[in-house]
């Protein structure tokens, strides 16, 4: 397993369609492996395909729920979830704000309205189908990860105000990084 690079905006990488996974393969288990251990070294909860350089229909999450929810020393439980060539069929007319942060976009957060439930369909990493309603973090955490397979960002959901705070904000960060690191 490696971990790989995370493409960051504005790395037109992220502007890419990704195209579907024609078969589950052992070099795609491998990429899949890959992905979780980037995830996790980042970290993050989720990871579309297209933001280690392959722009392909698959993305890796995991929520990592701590056991005890009211114990800052509790252990986390691991769900990891492969989702290839996912599509949503069916949401819910009701949106809700959650605050979304992203690996491509690092360390900036803004509240993003999404459909609070999905019903999904999609291959694991055993090529086997499923089919799902999905709602809460998840569902909003798989739109999120379904947006890179189209080229978009949470930030291309904002007002053009809010995305050029974020954007200066990022540039602001990345700025104090490279002075930091010289």
Known sequence: MAILKIYETPDPML????KP???????????????????YDAPG????????GV?????????????????????????????INPEIFETSD??????????????????????????A???DENGERHEEELD???????QHEMDHLEGVLFIDHLSKLKRDMVLKK?????????LHAA
């Open 55 to 83: 722009p392909i229909r698959l993305l890796v999450m995991d929520l990592q729920e701590p056991e005890n929810p009211d114990d800052p020393k509790s252990p986390v439980i691991k769900e990891p979830r492969v989702f």
């Open 15 to 18: 502007r890419q369609i990704s």
């Open 121 to 123: 369909r999609w291959l």
């Open 170 to 178: 990022l540039a602001k960060t990345r700025k104090e990084r490279a």
């Open 136 to 142: 809460g973090l998840l569902a909003v955490c798989l």
């Open 94 to 119: 009701h949106e809700v704000p959650y605050l979304e942060g992203c690996l491509s976009v690092p360390d900036q957060y803004a509240d993003v309205m999404r459909p609070d439930r999905v019903k």
């Open 45 to 52: 909860i989720g990871l579309a395909a297209v933001q280690v």
């Open 21 to 39: 996974v024609e078969a589950v393969t052992d070099e795609t288990r491998a990429l899949i492996a890959d992905m979780f251990e980037t995830m």
